[in-house]
């Protein structure tokens, strides 16, 4: 009875968690279904909409035979990207409208939850133009500027030369702020071959100026005093401490391998909407109290600590889903379900042998204590073969197809544990009702007596 106590006082606990407030089935799907108001359900593409995005990439510098090298390091780069402003699966893939490859290559970004298309391109954006130039020499012609009134002079400003240092030899980007005057400045760590044309430059240049330009304009003008041969440069520039976090995210993104232009944005709908989510939830429900009054109908006692058990498994798995967070969409509420009649499944493989232990005479508990045993191996083996599947499906497949496979394998896992544990304390705690044919009665299941 203890231990009953005990599996009903965790499920109370879970089941609060999840259902703190009563889902009402309406438009506001996603802040409903929630356990606190202010952390709903991630819910993917299909079920809360989201922003589409087209891009077309320019591969016109690049050899026909790398192309789809590439287009694939772009999607890599740009998948990368929006993940670092946790963007719930992404969509990225490539798209080519042409029959041959690289006539007009296309990438679609499809991202769930952002229904503010200029977030979303903001999220994207373009991979910041990182170059460090030196002054050049005195004999080179000075810039012709035209003022406001007309009057034509020379632009007495240094002036300055690109050198081969870019943010393509970049290995990683970090905020630090001045020890001093506490302001935010972006220090930058080159790879190998970047450290080696660092040193050069600044060993060529001492006294002189080093620009480090970004998208075009100089953002810091330092004078070199020494040669650095440590691969390390500093932008201390004047931005505020969430725009050199922004600087640094987009710096360590990557670099695009291939420029690329946005063709057309525009905020979807959910594809299945909120009705067609409304009536799967209610599918479901109506689904599972057709499968608990089956249970208790044809297995009795076992039956109905069955239905306890998969109560607790289901608040078990929304909490889950929660705390991991799971990103749910139609394909992952599908493993969902899937797993849920993996686990009725388990309850009738150890209520079947239970039913055979009776019959060969034994006790209730030794019945119960054998059932649960010897059904274990074909429970196991079973539910192994599933979870290999699901990490092979997560292993190779779409973002898609990742989110049934995730949803599946952890429904596995959690419903072994269901199955075996759960279950077995609340029939081991029954077994107290002694051996009367009553008792027996109980704890057999069809039209056994």
Known sequence: MLSILIVLILGSAVGLFVFKSEPKLNSNFENEWSIFKNSPFRLGLDLSGGSHLIYKADVSGV????????MDSLRDVIERRVNLFGVSEPIVQVQNSGFVSGEDEKLIVDLPGVTDVEKATA???QTPLLEFKIEAPKDTPQNVVVGEDGKVSLDASPQFVSTELTGRYLKKASLEFDQTTREPKVSLQFDDTGTKLFAQITKDNIGKMVAIYLDGAPISVPVVREEIPGGQAVISGSFTPTEGKQLVGRLNSGALPVPITLLSRQTIGATLGNDAVAAGVKAAVIGFLIIALFFILWYRLPGLA?????????????????????TLTAAG?????ISIGIAVDANILIFERLKEELHSGRTIADAVSAGFSRAWSSIRDSNFSTIISAIILFWFGTPMIKGFA??????????????IMISRIFLSGLVFIGESKFARFLFSSGFSK
């Open 63 to 70: 050899k026909a035979g790398e192309v789809s090298v590439s």
């Open 333 to 337: 509420i599908a493993g969902f379900i």
């Open 406 to 419: 995730l949803t599946l394998g952890m429904g596995v896992l959690v419903s072994m544990f269901s199955a």
């Open 123 to 125: 999220m994207i954006g």
């Open 306 to 326: 069955a239905v306890l058990a998969l109560c607790m498994y289901v608040a078990a798995m929304l909490a889950l889903f929660k705390l991991l967070p799971v």
